[in-house]
């Protein structure tokens, strides 16, 4: 169907322009995916296009996921579907109509599922015919000029399907035609507000992406918080990356830094900075009801990253490898939570004394043989046994400080 009487049939009494304007609406107001399907649906139910399952994806900026759908249906309402990358239903994606229409380029395409014309002609049409659909429609919406190319990297695909006995008439594919392209615009809206989201939670974490998102941007852009600092560096990392392919060593790299980033976000911590083989991690007070839920939280986080990497160096026994040496320093204290760097180039961190001390308290895991070490700010607010390891001066600090380790487990 081709989009020539879109504007000449809109008007203001006319309910797909009403939709139309809804759809308008809802993007100003920075409306989600699931709310302008859900929406749009059931407006065209309401205007009499007999509806009774849509779906509309996209593909995403997002390090886990590569496409974003969602399938609304009259009888059961709206579901996500995420797709991994290098997920097993890339074949299924193949052999679909949607990727027919980017393949091609083709805008649209109409199908019969029922009855002596049927054209059952993907197999996603067989399994929506076996469900009582009669009719199908599928649309792609890139968010280009019309041949750049056949990849669509950046649009909407989507379709409609009816159980409607007589299937589609004339006029519901017409009101749909009408409105594919207004929803494909709000739904670019939504898609390019979640990719900013998406990138700035990938590589700033998400407490510091949402104040990037909310306008602190300028270098100086901070403000002073208590904090519990999480200090973590691989050891040994020099003469591993010498001695192994440097895929090998990237490979092992991240399954290190992603045990301890996994159990500092599952804890309620934020990985702020990876610097090399080392990790930096926060859990604000703000997020805790107390200075000790905090300083516990950070110990949880601690002992389900240990569990990580000893998960890791039982596998790595089993092949003959050595286990991979670590350490996790604890620290508690003030820190300027804000933008530093160039003119034209910041980054969002931590800076001050606790931080500093934070990364010195993990260098002595080393020379105390233990893969963590905490300060007594933190040991005093331990939740759990703690064990001291005496009185140490720290790099570049004067005095000493008295710094504890994670008592051992019993049992």
Partial sequence: MDHQSESDADSDSDPISAINHWLCEQALRDAAVSTLVTGCCKRLVAAGVPLWRC???????????????????????????????????????????????????????????????????????HELADAGATAYRAFMRPFREPGQGQALDDGLVGS????????????????????????ALACKVAVREQTARNILEAYLGRGTGRRVLTGQIRRGDGEIIPAVILFSDLRQSTALAASLPLPTYLELLNRFLECIADAVQGHGGEVLRFIGDAALAIFPMSGFDSPAAACE????????????????????????????????????????????GSRDRIEFTVIGPAAN??????????????????????????????????????????????????????G
């Fill in 357 to 410: 001390e934070a990364a010195r308290i993990e260098g002595l895991c080393r020379t105390l043989l233990t893969p963590v070490v905490m300060s007594a700010a933190v040991a005093t607010h331990a939740q759990c046994p703690v064990v001291s390891l005496g009185c140490h001066r720290l790099a570049g600090i004067d005095g000493t400080q008295e710094v504890f380790t994670l008592a051992p487990c019993r």
């Fill in 297 to 340: 939280a950070a110990l949880s986080a601690t002992r389900a990253a240990q569990a990580a990497v000893a998960a890791v160096n039982d596998q790595r026994h089993t092949q003959g490898e050595a286990p991979l040496a670590y350490g996790i320093g604890l620290h508690m204290g003030d820190v300027l939570y804000g933008n530093i």
């Fill in 55 to 125: 779906v509309v994806g996209f593909d995403v900026l997002h390090p886990l996921y590569e496409s974003h759908g969602m399938v609304w249906r009259a009888d059961a309402g709206i579901e996500a579907a995420d797709h991994l990358h290098g997920s097993e239903e890339e074949q299924r994606w193949q052999q679909s109509p949607l990727n027919h229409l980017v393949v091609t380029d083709t805008p649209s395409l109409n199908r019969v599922l029922s009855g002596p014309d049927a054209q059952l002609d993907f197999p996603v049409l």
């Fill in 160 to 183: 409609w399907a009816t159980r409607q006995p007589s299937g589609f008439t004339p006029s519901d594919l017409r009101a749909l035609a009408r409105i594919e392209s207004r929803l």
